[in-house]
């Protein structure tokens, strides 16, 4: 301990010339005391004081222990503890000695106490069950020595400053432990997120990669089934001209028959007439071309479903390319009728849009999977037939897609976890808790766009679709410039 360390010392007496004492030994007012302490020495064949002996001491004085434990209040409270008290036990009319330290102990549990007593008033294991076992507890006898009161002072304070340095080093090593321990927190919560993106990914790909063989075969099926469909389509056509022009021929020859009867005809006539009402020619004058127009209509919109389902299926190009949102969305309403039909009427509200540079046969993926959950949405709400309504518009460099539905709306417990991978509320077999997720990975991910909704319970929901026009790649080079 240097000679220039500042202890702070308490002295609780209720004797003023006790204080003085203290203040004699401990604090000595002038540079003459070292000469009377090697005089001291001489005449009584004590040990001179070294420097470490007569360390700089601030002596603070209370008579009573209630001054006292305001002045150990005080101290703290500005962060200038006491080291050490040297606490009289007899100190009439107030607390004694005993309760003094009790209560400093309270407020201050690591200042040092030194009782100061020419009396048997308490035994020491009274002391002991009123205070505890402690090692920063000393008895000093009245009349006490010079030399112990410079060693009980030395000792205790050094005690007590090495023990405040460790804190010190303590709360520091837990603050870095503490800090590093965060760090290590926000790694781990780093490569968990990580992590889950990584699974969420792989799952994306493992399925994109699915969808992309029963996509070629898809294809491959429509393409087949176009030929035949429009061999069919055209051989209808052919039989719609050629069975209107030959009931017009029967008609008009039974009408220039009759108009021609004569009595040698007459029963060729009759047996003409037998036969047209045998056939119920009239009916199928009328039915025929009907039936042969509804088959037509059918065809062709077989043709045109197996046409959409081919622009869907195809993998399309690995490179971003530009594409016609409007006609992909038409496409998907066109494959996922079957979904909506029975429960909702669509509406579309398509604005002129320019072509979009993107992924287009993973955007198809999107736009079925948002139209086939908001039919399924509507679906779950008997008793009234639903709205889809799929909209466009422009926005600055960004073309935006709705899919709204009047369905039941989505639950607040479920809207933070609606976009995490095999997330569903869906029964076994109706749904695999990854649509969503794989439609906000394609969106975001690949497109360097935003997937967002908005949902009221009991009215429905509308998925916004957020698509660059430039592209991902120009977007994210323009933005680099």
Known sequence: MSSRTEIRILLVDDNP????????ILAPADPTSASLDEIEALLFDAPTPTAAETASYELVSATQGEEALRLVEAANAVDRPFALAFVDMRMPPGWDGVET??????????????ICSAHSDCSWSEVRARVGTSDSLLILKKPFDTIEVVQCAHALATKWTLARRLRAQIDELET??????????????????????????????????KLEAVGQLAAGIAHEINTPIQY??????FLQDSVGELVAMGTAMLAAAS???????APLVGQLEGLAASADLTYLATAIPESLESLTGGVARIAKIVRAMKELAHPGPREATAVDLTRALGNALEVTAGAYRMVADVVTEFAATPPVVCFGSELNQVFLNLIVNA????????????????????????????VSDTGAGIPESHRERIFDAFFTTKEVGRGTGQGLAISRSIVVDRHGGSLTFESTVGVGTTFQIRIPIAGPTRRAQAAAA
């Open 17 to 24: 010339a006790i204080h003085e004492d203290f203040r004699k």
């Open 259 to 265: 108009s021609a009867r004569t009595e040698a005809t």
């Open 232 to 237: 069919v389509g055209d051989n209808l056509s």
């Open 176 to 209: 870095s432990v503490a800090s590093r321990t965060h760090e290590l927190q926000q790694a781990n919560t780093l490569l968990a997120e990580q992590m889950q993106e990584r699974a969420r990914m792989e799952v994306g790909l493992r399925l994109a990669q």
């Open 375 to 402: 039919a399924q949405a509507m679906e779950d709400r008997p008793g009234k037939r639903g709205t889809l309504r799929i909209a466009t518009r422009v926005d600055g460099g960004d073309v935006i897609v709705e």
């Open 101 to 114: 330290i009790e209560r400093i102990w309270r407020v201050d549990p690591r200042i040092q106490i030194v």
